[in-house]
């Protein structure tokens, strides 16, 4: 069974600091994983999708990263406009058809 | 474009009545599935479809059906709501390119209570 854990569950930063999101999955060969951000109240947004070990992708302030374990989400001096939260989920080989997310970590920055 | 579009945004339901929830997409994915979030958590993955004519059960299908008749719509319907349903309910969408099905597009919800 494909699992995803995401840490922290909280997380909150001052405006500025650094700080990166963790992704854990085991899955029966990744076929590809997202990450994805919710604002409260709002369906899920696209951020980046990973293939392979040792891809990275970046857009603004974040990075992801990933290895074959785990993926990071890392975010450079964050602004308040970055709180949300953040969904990582993966696609496994054995079911093109089924993601299974991670319970999110949830990003307050504050000023 | 609308993208993807859920009706109703927010519903009450006594428990033992039936409802559906509407799901369209105008960007002709092939892909469709449908979730529901309880506080706290993440999506859990109810059913989904990778065409018109074909569905399949996902995480947590029980109480749940689901048909695809056209490639844009994707109706959620609850035969006989409980108290375990209450939940805010996400419809998604995707494209395939390769034999991967891409990032979903994902609505803005429904929330649902059942008392």
């Known amino acids: 069974e494909d699992q995803v854990t995401q840490s922290p569950e909280a997380l909150r930063l001052q405006e500025g600091e650094s700080s990166s999101l963790n992704c854990s999955y085991t899955v029966s060969g990744l076929r590809g994983l997202f990450w994805y951000r919710q604002d409260p109240g709002k369906g899920p947004e696209f951020l980046f999708t990973?293939?392979?070990a040792g891809e990275e992708k970046e857009k603004e302030r974040l990075k992801a990263t990933l290895t074959k374990k785990e993926s990071f989400l890392h975010i450079t001096a964050p602004k308040p406009e970055d709180s949300a939260t953040y969904l990582c989920a993966v696609q496994a080989n054995t079911n093109a058809g089924k993601s299974t997310f991670g319970d999110g970590t949830t990003l307050t920055v504050k000023p | 474009n609308a993208g993807v579009t859920q009706t109703p945004k927010f519903q009450v339901l006594k428990t033992g009545q039936s409802m559906t929830l509407q799901c369209a997409q105008d960007m002709n994915h092939e892909y469709m599935s449908w979730y529901r979030q309880d506080p706290g958590m993440g999506l859990r993955l109810i059913h989904y479809?990778?065409?018109?004519?074909?569905?399949d059960q996902g995480e947590v299908p029980n109480g749940y059906n689901v048909s695809r008749s056209t490639t844009e719509d994707f109706p959620l319907r609850l035969l006989s709501a409980a108290p375990s349903q209450t939940s805010v309910y996400f419809c998604?969408?995707?494209?395939?390119?390769?034999?991967?099905?891409?990032?979903?597009?994902f609505g803005p919800g429904t929330r649902l209570t059942v008392l």
């Open positions: 998604a969408s995707s494209y395939s390119l390769g034999g991967l099905y891409n990032e979903q597009f």
């Open positions: 479809s990778v065409g018109a004519g074909i569905t």
């Open positions: 990973l293939y392979s």
